[in-house]
């Protein structure tokens, strides 16, 4: 089945600097790549996805990245912010098996800790 | 709208109690997700549903659990015997479809004593 590795565990960067965090999976299948954002006893949220269509996509200061043949992803946050700090969590969609009976079962990496100094 | 509700939020139960978690997901969402946090990890899958149809189970870690949703809408995550390993947050997302975004509920955080 499908496999997501996730670094840094943990990172801590300056407020206004940018910050990177890589995905790599296994399943070639694999098509749907979100990217949720978690702070302490809340529930994930979604910040940004991308397809496997496309190579790129960019929210204001949120993009995330997708190259297919290495099959590794990674999520950039530029002028970080304060309230950026939290657990932010890559995963791609599971097996075919799953995508066959039209579910997009997800595989999440074990998280990167994300803390930002004022 | 309202967003996915689970309930309780908490629960602390004895080591071979049985517990019943609910999800309310998002009116109109047809996919209905449960996923098990382990403190410090990332979700893991539990189970599927489309609608009133359980698809994939395969993620239920051992016979003592049980996922229903009869309706269609609210689903029950029953865990019997509950053991000390079973401690973890209980997710529940949903989706308008299954290959749509899904949205996480705050979930439960299960204490097995």
């Known amino acids: 089945g499908e496999n997501v590795e996730q670094h840094p565990s943990t990172l801590s960067v300056q407020e206004g600097d940018s910050a990177v965090i890589k995905c790599t999976y296994s399943?070639?299948?694999?098509?749907?790549f979100p990217w949720y954002k978690q702070e302490l006893g809340k529930r994930p949220q979604l910040i940004i996805d991308?397809?496997?269509?496309?190579g790129e996509k960019k929210d204001q200061r949120i993009a995330v990245t997708l190259n297919k043949t290495a099959k590794h992803f990674s999520l950039h946050i530029t002028e970080t912010q304060p309230e950026d700090s939290a657990v932010y969590f890559c995963?791609?969609?599971?097996?075919?098996?799953?995508?066959?009976?039209?579910?997009?079962?997800?595989?999440f990496g074990q998280g990167t800790r994300l803390t930002i100094n004022p | 709208g309202a967003g996915v509700s689970q309930s309780p939020r908490y629960k602390v139960a004895k080591r071979g109690q049985d517990v019943a978690l609910r999800c309310d997901p998002i009116?109109?969402?047809?996919?209905l997700f449960w996923y098990q946090q382990a403190l410090g990890q990332g979700p893991e899958f539990l189970t599927y549903?489309?609608?009133?149809?359980?698809?994939?189970k395969s993620g239920l870690p051992s016979d003592r659990f049980f996922a229903e949703r009869p309706e269609g809408s609210v689903s029950t995550l029953k865990i019997q015997r509950t053991q000390q390993e079973d401690s973890a947050v209980y997710l529940c997302?949903?989706?308008?479809?299954?290959?749509?975004?899904?949205?996480f509920g705050p979930g439960t955080r299960l204490l097995v004593l």
């Open positions: 997302a949903s989706s308008a479809g299954g290959q749509e975004t899904q949205y």
């Open positions: 549903f489309q609608n009133e149809a359980q698809l994939d």
């Open positions: 399943d070639s299948a694999s098509n749907y």
């Open positions: 991308i397809r496997s269509n496309v």
């Open positions: 995963a791609a969609s599971g097996v075919a098996a799953s995508i066959i009976q039209g579910a997009q079962k997800l595989v």
């Open positions: 009116s109109g969402h047809v996919s």
